[in-house]
Structures are given as C-alpha cells and as structure tokens.
C-alpha cells in the first residue's frame, strides 16, 4: 500500500510505503544500491525504512514542496491513510 500525506505549512510530503502478504522479511546484511540511492536524494529530508518481519514499510519525507494548484486550493487538510509506527 502506498499513501502520502502533505503538510502546506512545512512544505512537506510524507510518503508511506508498507508491503504485506510476501515470505517473512529479514533486515538485510549489508547496505546495497537501493539504500544508497535513497540516502543521497537531494531534496529528501528524511528516509525510515522499517524491516518487520511481516513486510517493509519505508518513509520518506521531502522538502519545499508546493502541488500543483496549492494557490487555489487548500490541500493540507485531505484525509490520509498513515501509518502510525511510521511516525
């Protein structure tokens, strides 16, 4: 499941990523090319990445975001679906 909240006073979107149904997760061993693409992002603030045993949930947060529109409408207060542990 994929959901994303977005806060106009922070400039900020948070996207939840959460994978469930697949083999038991296990944290990985080592540090690979997706964890350092994802560390190195201009423009991310935040990165959690959550290895639970029933699936992966990741954050991330970016930064100096305006959606298209933001001037005309009020999107800061959409409802969303977030993951609590995420938080």
Same mark, same amino acid.
């Given at each position: 499941?994929?959901?994303?909240?977005?806060? +106009? /006073? %922070?400039? &900020?979107?948070?996207?939840?990523?959460?994978?469930?149904? +697949?083999?038991?997760?296990?944290?990985?061993? &080592?540090?690979? *090319?997706?964890? /350092?693409? *994802?560390? #190195?992002?201009? +423009? *991310? /603030?935040?990165?959690?990445?959550?290895?639970?045993?029933?699936?992966?949930?990741?954050? %991330?947060?970016?930064? +100096?975001?305006?959606? *298209?529109?933001? &001037?005309?409408?009020?999107?800061?207060?959409?409802?969303?679906?977030?993951?609590? #542990?995420? &938080?």
């Amino acid at each position: 499941m994929i959901s994303w909240t977005y806060s +106009g /006073a %922070l400039r &900020r979107v948070d996207i939840f990523w959460e994978e469930s149904g +697949g083999p038991p997760v296990r944290p990985p061993s &080592r540090k690979g *090319l997706g964890s /350092a693409m *994802l560390s #190195s992002q201009l +423009g *991310l /603030a935040e990165v959690k990445l959550n290895f639970a045993e029933t699936g992966v949930r990741c954050k %991330l947060s970016i930064d +100096g975001v305006e959606p *298209l529109g933001a &001037r005309s409408m009020d999107v800061s207060s959409a409802p969303v679906r977030a993951l609590p #542990s995420m &938080r």
